[in-house]
């Protein structure tokens, strides 16, 4: 059976308030978001607005703000804040042991 | 001990003599005492103590004596046959039997696991060496005084609770103590960045190194401790290493028999296991995907079983957890979800006067979570609040006063309230002992904005925590006059001070790190956003040269990565030429670069630069190694900072050239590079009036004239053309240089971040910059100086030390999922 939950690596390869990326072959490519308090999010990593890579933004509280235009999407839900209008596909991650998983489901959603 | 009268009793076989299986009995004797025979079986060779005690005992202030929570009476008086020092080894459900380690047998009607957790060990290189130890028992307590008897360094591995009581007591055992945090902040579960920082501020200043962000690499030493080597080959000597990284639910008993395990022994509302004649409680438990390290929940479990088990059923539905504790004397408090998120209003009170700083979250009018850190008087009720889920809507004003304020009928009254009855005679400002007569009077007497009031009276303008009442004055006293709008913007919307006053402050306050401007100066918001986090990175580095270590997660990601982010994801690279001056080899490596990495465009930029396009974000590293190897240095067109300075051919070519403006071009920007400002930064030299640099649309121009040089400044060829103001001329290339370090250190110091020349010259005038740099020749050393002292840490090339493998992490993918394929990834189910 495929496991539900795949494991990408360990938390401390990430830095915090930062980033990093997760490529799907033949799917999008996927933002791992580590805050300040320690929190692990998983955003599809395109802005709604013109497809910014959310990995690069300035991660504050549970926000990221794209680097391209300023907008700033909520890690927990992935909709756009203030008066912009759009939404990020959000994929669920947890943390166990110090290793982050990630749902297959949802990583593999899109994939051809 | 063994020769008790059988009684016809179901029995009761307790495996864990700490403090759940403990708890568990007494429950349930509570209920009833002749339900179950008992036995239990512990590892350790005592009776069962109280574990969160280790931590006094190893601090000098309890004796083993005064932890025991139940001693040899207590078993004896309850008929409960306790085997300690002979740990289960093994259970046959089939036939309802554990075994001892000593090959002893008994038989069981109902099996209650409680066998807790076991400390981590992180499995690094000399994890195994003699003088490494856990804190997790007495053995451990005991081997920790063995060697702080003999005095010396000591390492904890783990700055999490359990690490800093280990810290705290060696410490006042006489040990030199160092702290090694993987995270960057300290207790990062308990409390979130910006009281964590002042944790570890404060226990610095106790004396205690902490080192956050410490990744042990290894521990060293010949058979026994000698230090620990960090993987940034950092090396801390030590005699003893605590390792207190985190604890693992003990389930080796469970999973042997058979059980359902997650990350501990699965048990439903009643504790009770995927087999109905085994329970199980405490800290090696999971009940709805939850594991607890802290001692209410398991309180609340062994009720919930006892109820199961002897009385009425009445479930466990989990436990909401709070932190209360004091380290080394400095209170702390956490509970519930303080991550923040969608729908959740943070409120947050920071007195840097009193040390203290207080968060609470708020999600649909209902508390969920709270930190508090230096008075934690409130925890109880914020935790009360927490629990019951009650409506905050009514106090939400109130709530981060706390419960007396809240409840003392300010709460649903005006904010503006308690100003108003305070005596004219009350005092508003501490810092300057301004009473609130005073500042009415101020107010009255014309001074009808904040920045006003705080020029004529001083209230609010030291530590700023009476800005709030100085408002509220304002109100009151202007009523619908007073439109809360400040002259000057704030420096964003998680401060009421300007960006003039941060400057101020961080000089004045003498304010070293981000964590430290948010607290000293009431920040609002937990950990700032993504306008004032850059801003504060540049003014404290622009304040503290040499000294201030830059935050990079607070820096705009075209300063992170050190190239130019394009639409499409990519980036762009720009090597300097100086002077846009080129040579043969440069554009060789320019072009093998070009097409080494499959660049899909090289273009001259309007600095007289070549910008190459399309670069992957992996592959940054090698392309400045090359550019590197051609002797070429990263451009900056990425930075607020010095890009370029144009030139023309200048005396050397053109037949109407009066000096050397490309030499000259050159020196000003081996002079300029590196350097930092609140934005972008161009500079163009032109060789005569002609001016073909356009030296009149930079943020420095100068134009060379026969007899030496005219310098001009604040032009834009932006959004808003605007032609240079002149500021003067002078006689030789050297005081071009001088006047051009003395403006950009103005500019530097006093511009706000993301102003440009432009704006900021003509908010303060160019008379008022022609003061500072042409008429007052002192000050215009001064600020040279300053320049060139900040210039003598600021020309690294960034791209070196990145080609060298610096923040390697930041180019490279976590990760890769490759579906139907072997996984990259390691793959691990999780039931």
Not at chain 2, 480 to 487: C, N, P
Not at chain 2, 766 to 775: N, S
């Given at each position: ?13 990430l830095?915090?308030l930062?980033?990093?990326?997760l490529?799907v072959q033949g799917g999008r490519?996927i933002a791992?978001f580590?805050?300040?308090?320690g ?15 959310l990995?690069?933004g ?10 391209l235009?300023?907008w ?14 759009g939404?990020?596909?959000?994929i ?12 297959r ?6 994939v051809? | ?10 029995h009761l076989v307790?495996?864990?003599n700490?403090m759940?299986g403990?708890?568990?009995?007494e ?9 179950f025979?008992?036995t239990?079986f512990?590892?350790e060779p ?20 005064d932890?025991?929570i ?8 309850n ?6 020092g002979d ?5 046959d459900?089939?036939?309802r ?13 109902k ?7 076991d ?15 856990t804190?997790r ?12 008897s ?5 390492v904890?591995?783990?700055g999490?609770?359990?690490g800093?009581?280990?810290?705290h ?5 006489g040990?030199r103590v160092?702290?090694?945090h993987?995270?960057?902040?300290l207790m990062e579960?308990q409390l ?10 404060e ?7 902490i080192?956050?962000g410490?990744?042990t690499?290894?521990i ?18 030590a ?6 990284v ?5 389930v080796k008993?469970?999973?042997d ?6 990350r501990?022994?699965h ?10 004649d085994?329970?199980?409680v ?12 802290l001692?209410a ?13 002897v009385a ?5 539905s ?6 209360k504790?004091?380290v ?6 956490s509970?519930?979800d ?10 947050v009170?920071?007195?840097?006067s009193?040390?203290i700083?207080k ?6 009018d ?8 230096g008075d934690?008087q ?6 009360d ?9 009514s106090?939400?004003d109130?709530?981060i006063?706390?419960?007396a304020?809240?409840?003392g009928?300010?709460?649903s009254?005006?904010p ?17 002992g301004i ?5 009415v009077?101020?107010?009255?007497g014309?001074?009808?904005?904040l920045?006003a009031?705080r ?8 530590c700023?925590?009476c800005t709030?009442?100085?408002e509220?004055?304002l109100?009151i006293?202007?009523?619908e006059?007073?439109t809360?709008e ?5 420096a964003c919307k998680c401060?009421?001070f300007t960006?003039?006053?941060?400057r101020?402050?961080?000089?004045e306050k ?6 430290q ?7 609002t918001?937990?950990d700032?956003?993504?306008s ?35 639409k499409?994801?990519t ?9 846009g001056?080129t ?5 060789r ?13 090289v273009?001259?930029t ?5 910008d190459?396009?399309g ?8 392309v400045?190694a090359?550019?590197n ?7 900056h ?8 300075v144009k030139?023309?051919?200048?005396s ?5 050239g009066?000096?050397?403006s490309?030499?000259?071009?050159i020196?000003?920007?081996?002079m300029?590079?590196?350097?930092f ?9 032109s ?6 640099a356009?030296?009149?649309?930079k943020?420095?121009?100068?134009i ?12 834009n060829?932006g959004?808003?053309l605007r032609?240079?103001d002149f ?7 050297q005081?071009?240089?001088d ?19 432009a704006p900021?010259?003509?908010r303060?005038?160019i008379?008022?910059i ?6 007052d ?6 600020l040279?100086?300053r ?5 003598s840490?600021?020309q690294?090339d960034?791209w070196?030390k ?14 890769e ?12 189910e999780?039931?």
């Amino acid at each position: 059976m495929e496991p539900e939950w795949l494991d990408i690596g360990p938390v401390d390869q990430l830095p915090a308030l930062g980033a990093r990326t997760l490529p799907v072959q033949g799917g999008r490519e996927i933002a791992i978001f580590h805050t300040a308090n320690g929190g692990i999010y998983a955003l599809a990593n395109q802005c709604p607005h013109k497809a910014g890579p959310l990995s690069q933004g300035i991660v504050h509280d549970t926000t990221v703000t794209c680097p391209l235009h300023n907008w700033r999407i909520s890690l927990v839900t992935g909709e756009a804040l203030g008066e912009d209008k759009g939404c990020v596909p959000v994929i669920p991650v947890k943390v166990d042991g110090g290793r982050i998983l990630i749902s297959r489901a949802a990583a593999l959603a899109g994939v051809a | 001990m063994t020769d008790k009268p059988h009684l016809p009793l179901p029995h009761l076989v307790v495996v864990g003599n700490g403090m759940a299986g403990c708890r568990a009995v007494e429950e349930i004797l509570a209920r009833d005492p002749a339900k179950f025979r008992i036995t239990i079986f512990g590892a350790e060779p005592r009776v069962n103590y109280n574990r969160i005690m280790l931590s006094p005992l190893l601090a000098g202030d309890k004796s083993f004596e005064d932890i025991v929570i139940n001693d040899h009476a207590w078993y004896t008086d309850n008929a409960i046959d306790l085997v300690a020092g002979d740990p289960i080894v093994a259970i046959d459900r089939a036939r309802r039997t554990v075994t001892a380690r000593s090959g002893r047998v008994e038989t069981y009607d109902k099996l209650l696991l409680a066998t807790g957790s076991d400390p981590f060990i992180i499995p690094v290189p000399g994890h195994d060496l003699h003088g490494v130890v856990t804190f997790r028992d007495m053995d451990d307590v005991g081997a920790m005084l063995r060697a702080a008897s003999a005095g010396g360094d000591a390492v904890v591995i783990g700055g999490g609770l359990l690490g800093l009581e280990a810290a705290h007591g060696l410490c006042l055992r006489g040990m030199r103590v160092t702290v090694l945090h993987l995270m960057p902040t300290l207790m990062e579960r308990q409390l979130d960045e910006a009281a964590g920082w002042l944790l570890k501020e404060e226990l610095e200043r106790r004396g205690q190194a902490i080192l956050t962000g410490a990744d042990t690499a290894e521990i060293y030493g010949q058979g026994r401790v000698e230090g620990v080597r960090l993987k940034d080959g950092r090396e801390i000597p030590a005699s003893l290493i605590v390792m207190a990284v985190g604890i693992r639910p003990n389930v080796k008993l469970a999973r042997d028999a058979g059980l359902a395990i997650g990350r501990g022994i699965h048990v439903d509302d009643h504790l009770v296991t995927s087999d109905a004649d085994i329970l199980a409680v405490g800290e090696c438990v999971e009940h709805q995907g939850q594991v607890y390290g802290l001692v209410a929940p398991l309180w609340e479990m062994c009720r919930s079983l006892a109820d199961g088990l002897v009385a009425i059923p009445n479930g466990y539905s989990g436990s909401v957890t709070s932190t209360k504790l004091k380290v080394s004397g400095i209170d702390v408090f956490s509970a519930g979800d303080f991550s923040g998120g969608e729908g959740c209003e943070d409120i947050v009170m920071r007195d840097a006067s009193r040390g203290i700083y207080k968060r609470v979250v708020v999600k649909d009018d209902r508390l969920i979570g709270a930190v508090l850190y230096g008075d934690t008087q409130d925890g109880n009720w914020y935790f009360d609040l927490l629990r019951k889920q009650e409506d905050v809507a009514s106090i939400r004003d109130a709530l981060i006063f706390g419960q007396a304020f809240a409840s003392g009928g300010g709460a649903s009254a005006n904010p503006n309230g308690a100003v108003a009855a305070m005596a004219d005679d009350g005092e508003i400002c501490g810092c300057n002992g301004i009473s609130k007569g005073k500042v009415v009077a101020a107010i009255q007497g014309g001074a009808c904005t904040l920045d006003a009031v705080r020029a004529c009276t001083k209230a609010s303008a030291s530590c700023g925590s009476c800005t709030g009442l100085v408002e509220g004055l304002l109100a009151i006293t202007m009523g619908e006059d007073y439109t809360g709008e400040r002259a000057a913007p704030t420096a964003c919307k998680c401060t009421s001070f300007t960006h003039e006053d941060v400057r101020r402050l961080i000089i004045e306050k003498s304010l070293k790190a981000i964590p430290q401007v948010m607290q000293e100066l009431h920040w609002t918001t937990p950990d700032g956003c993504a306008s004032c986090r850059p801003a504060l990175n540049y003014y404290l580095l622009c304040a503290w040269p040499g000294e201030f270590v830059d935050d990079n997660q607070s820096r705009f990601v075209n300063e992170r990565m050190h190239a130019n982010i394009q639409k499409d994801g990519t980036y762009s690279v720009v090597p300097r030429m100086w002077g846009g001056v080129t040579n043969p080899k440069e554009l060789r490596a320019i072009a093998d670069v070009a097409e080494k990495y499959q660049a899909r465009m090289v273009k001259v930029t309007g600095g007289q630069r070549l910008d190459i396009f399309g670069i992957k974000k992996e592959d940054l590293p090698s392309v400045w190694a090359d550019l590197n190897a051609a002797g070429m240095v990263s451009g900056h067109a990425y930075a607020k900072a010095l890009r370029t300075v144009k030139t023309c051919v200048g005396s050397e070519w053109c037949r109407f050239g009066t000096q050397d403006s490309t030499g000259l071009g050159i020196r000003i920007e081996q002079m300029t590079w590196g350097s930092f400002m609140p934005h972008k930064f161009k500079i163009a030299v032109s060789g005569c009036p002609r001016n073909c640099a356009e030296a009149t649309i930079k943020d420095i121009g100068v134009i060379c004239v026969d007899s030496g040089y005219e310098l001009s400044i604040g032009g834009n060829g932006g959004i808003k053309l605007r032609g240079t103001d002149f500021l003067c001329k002078v006689a030789t290339e050297q005081d071009a240089l001088d006047y051009c370090a003395a403006f950009i250190q103005l500019y530097r110091e006093e511009a706000r971040y993301l102003d440009r020349t432009a704006p900021w010259v003509e908010r303060v005038g160019i008379d008022y910059i022609r003061q500072r740099i042409v008429e007052d020749a002192a000050g215009r050393e001064l600020l040279r100086a300053r320049f060139h002292y900040s210039q003598s840490f600021m020309q690294n090339d960034p791209w070196a030390k990145r080609a060298a493998g610096e923040d390697w992490k930041l180019h490279q993918h976590l990760a890769e999922i490759r579906p139907a394929a072997a996984l990259i990834a390691r793959t691990l189910e999780v039931a």
